[in-house]
Each structure stands twice: as structure tokens, then as C-alpha cells.
């Protein structure tokens, strides 16, 4: 079976790397044990899940690809209100203005990746996090 992108990136997401190594390996003995770090899976679920919203904030690829290119041609649209004989460098205001444009998109970027790296330190709970840890780098024997 062969999936498609929007398919492989679902599976591939931080939620489903977690659940499916649990589901994986998770009757094995030397596997950690979710009691071991005074949760239940119910709640590990719900951590999880809100965790996975966090991190999607920023949309898919291709939603955020067109957010930065709109960010860029953002100043050529305003660039397009003045008249070419007011342009104050002549043929290089035009680059100007992309530059202008390729900043904005690196602010609104850096940004979006600020506001969910607080938003994941605001939501961590030690007692997950530990657990999550042992189960991603739990390397069967």
C-alpha cells in the first residue's frame, strides 16, 4: 500500500509516533510502564492530543509556504500604489521592497515558531514528559 503525503505526514506526526510505539512494544516486559509514572493512558491520550494541536498550529507546509510568499509580495503590492517615477532607488526599489518582504516573512516565521515553543513549555507536565522520553528512545532488545 502506498500512501499518499497528507496521509504519510498524519502518521508522522509527534502523537502517533508516541501511540504507536506503545501499541508496538507495550506488552513487552522491559517496556516502561505507564503506572511506573503515576498516569493513566486516558490522560496520557488527552496530553497528548493537546500537545499535537500546539504543535500543528502553524498549518501544513503548504499552508505556511503560502502565508510567507503572501508576507513577501506584500510590500511589491503597496510598491504598485506609487508611481515608477517616485520610486526613490529607480529599478532597485523593486529589490528593496522583496527584501522588505523576505524580512517580513522571516518576523511572521519566527514568530509562529516563538509563540509554539511557549505555548509547549507552558503546556509540559514533567511526569509526561518523562514518560514520553522512555518511550521514544525505548529500543527493543
Not at 58 to 79: D, E
Request: aromatic share 12%.
Amino acid at each position: 500500500m502506498k500512501l499518499n503525503e497528507p496521509e504519510k505526514q498524519i502518521l508522522d506526526d509527534f502523537e502517533h509516533k508516541v501511540t504507536s510505539k506503545i501499541a508496538l512494544y507495550g506488552d513487552r516486559t522491559d517496556f516502561p510502564k505507564i503506572e511506573d509514572y503515576g498516569i493513566n493512558r486516558q490522560d496520557l491520550d488527552g496530553y497528548l492530543f493537546d500537545k499535537q494541536c500546539i504543535l500543528d498550529f502553524g498549518g501544513s507546509k503548504r499552508t505556511q509556504y503560502t502565508v510567507l510568499g503572501f508576507c513577501v509580495i506584500l510590500p511589491i503590492l503597496a510598491l504598485s500604489c506609487v508611481p515608477e517615477s517616485n520610486y526613490p532607488w529607480g529599478n532597485l526599489t523593486v529589490l528593496a521592497a522583496i527584501g522588505v518582504g523576505l524580512i517580513i516573512a522571516l518576523f511572521v516565521n519566527a514568530l509562529r515558531k516563538m509563540y509554539i515553543n511557549v505555548k509547549v513549555k507552558q503546556h509540559e507536565d514533567v511526569k509526561y514528559e518523562k514518560y514520553i522520553n522512555a518511550v521514544l528512545f525505548y529500543q527493543p532488545r
